[in-house]
């Protein structure tokens, strides 16, 4: 085993034990809370040691980085989660190897991943990325819909050819009255997707925490916690 493989195996061991304390505390079963490695700014060969430690989903937060990623992937059994602010001209090229986008957020990008979706002959999963740190009608400063403006937007997606509505994403805000305040801005959520499965029961996914912040997003009710830095270490500098 390499020393790249047997640092990530350490670490995603380490995840693991946090995951699965956090799960027994508010009893939870384990399988009740799926893993996303957040693999942004780290190499394709990382993604393949990931895989042979049977991670099974993947997150990145910028296309020009995560398609050619992606492609050098593709013969592994991945699910690949896109998980930044979309802008609609990046769209055919995500919609070309992600699975499932976490952020959408408006109904222009609504209708972009539609029209790929339907042109490539895929399903994509999409999540309402909810902004807690936005009014009830404004957006988020790092995108998401405010909590007012989820409703309208998941009956958007659902209604839409290509695409199928999973679900929530948030981001723990910075500011606002759930700064500092994880596990209430995480419960928050919880308690949208409750209302959004009265009109749309299947869209159960709730993806919320990362590597500072999983275990309260793991007592709050979350399904998927995206974890980078605490199993891959700590990024390197951009470009």
Excluded at 14 to 24: F, L, M, N, S, T
Aim: hydrophobic share 45%; glycine share 10%; aromatic share 2%.
């Amino acid at each position: 085993m390499t020393d790249r493989k047997q640092e990530i195996a350490a670490n995603l061991a380490d995840v693991e034990k946090r995951i699965a304390a956090a799960c027994a505390a508010v009893g939870r079963a384990r399988d009740e809370v799926t893993l996303i490695v957040v693999t942004k700014t780290f190499p394709a060969s990382d993604v393949r040691i990931l895989s042979e430690l049977g991670v099974r989903h993947v997150a990145e937060n910028r296309d020009q980085d995560a398609a050619p990623k992606a492609a050098a992937c593709a013969d592994l059994p991945l699910t690949w989660h896109f998980v930044g602010q979309l802008q609609t001209n990046k769209v055919r090229s995500v919609v070309g190897y992600a699975q499932m986008v976490q952020s959408v957020d408006r109904a222009r990008l609504v209708t972009a991943l539609s029209k790929e979706a339907v042109r490539s002959g895929r399903e994509v999963g999409c999540l309402i990325q909810v902004a807690l740190d936005a009014g009830e009608a404004a957006r988020g400063e790092r995108g998401g819909v405010a909590p007012g403006g989820v409703a309208e937007l998941a009956d958007l997606v659902a209604g839409a050819e290509g695409l199928r509505l999973d679900g929530l994403m948030t981001v723990a805000p910075l500011t606002g009255e759930y700064a500092g305040r994880q596990q209430a801005a995480f419960e928050r959520l919880v308690d949208l997707s409750t209302d959004l499965r009265t009109a749309h029961p299947a869209a159960n996914m709730v993806s919320a925490g990362m590597s500072s912040d999983l275990e309260q997003a793991v007592a709050a009710g979350a399904t998927h916690v995206r974890v980078g830095s605490a199993v891959l270490g700590v990024r390197p500098a951009l470009g």
